[in-house]
């Protein structure tokens, strides 16, 4: 079982809907990250935060805010998304920065 | 940022047999690699690091070839178990940032 857990599993929020995406690691790593994958597609970087600072921030659109609150837990708060915004949303963690342990990740649809 | 690419299948193969993938990649400073497996509708997970010593892990062989900038993973023995999408992944430095670079994945398909 993973030690990356993320809630919800799955999530339809309407382009108007303003939610968020939680995760949380149990194994005391200091880095952790937010991938977007569409189907058939490999994980796209997204966000990374390292000793709970942003380090890394693709040039994501504003409607997605990622915060950390704690050296454990990273949210990832949704406004305003666009249809081509469904995806799944996987979070990862890493103490050495190259290997990542991901969660189940979120189901996202936005209609 | 640099690439990797592999080929993606899909491989069919039956039960029992001995399969490998290639992935290549541009970066000729690399020095490791990852392979990840990803199940359909599921997570990555870590299959198993690839320095130029090589790794293996049961029916699991990784290797990298630094002058022809390649990595491969071997499966012996195939199982059921074994369908899943392998992605190669490059560990990656730019300005001070580090991050993975994930291939597109190459998709095995065992059969009985």
């Known amino acids: 079982d993973t030690e990356v857990t993320q809630t919800p599993k799955h999530l339809v929020m309407g382009m108007t809907n303003k939610k968020s995406l939680k995760c949380e690691q149990h194994m005391g790593h200091r880095a952790m990250y937010w991938y977007k994958q569409k189907a058939k597609k490999p994980p796209e970087l997204m966000f990374v935060y390292s000793y709970e600072k942003l380090s890394i921030n693709e040039s994501v659109p504003s409607r997605f805010s990622p915060e950390c609150p704690n050296s454990s837990l990273l949210n990832l708060h949704l406004h305003a998304l666009q249809p081509e915004d469904s995806a799944l949303y996987l979070c990862?963690?890493?103490?050495?920065?190259?290997?990542?342990?991901f969660g189940p990740g979120t189901r996202l649809t936005v209609t | 940022r640099k690439e990797v690419e592999q080929d993606p299948g899909p491989f069919n193969v039956p039960e029992g047999a001995t399969v490998a993938f290639n992935c290549t990649y541009s970066?000729?400073?690399?020095?490791?690699f990852f392979w990840y497996r990803q199940d359909c509708r599921k997570e990555p997970k870590l299959l198993m690091s690839?320095?130029?010593s090589g790794n293996e892990d049961g029916r699991f062989t990784a290797q990298l070839n630094r002058a022809s900038q390649y990595i491969s993973l071997l499966i012996r023995d195939s199982k059921l178990s074994d369908s899943a999408t392998y992605l190669c992944?490059?560990?990656?430095?730019?300005?001070?940032?580090?991050?993975?670079?994930f291939g597109s994945g190459t998709r095995l398909q065992v059969q009985p």
């Open positions: 970066n000729s400073a690399s020095q490791s």
């Open positions: 690839v320095y130029s």
């Open positions: 992944v490059e560990p990656f430095m730019d300005t001070g940032r580090r991050a993975l670079t």
């Open positions: 990862a963690s890493s103490q050495d920065p190259y290997e990542q342990y």
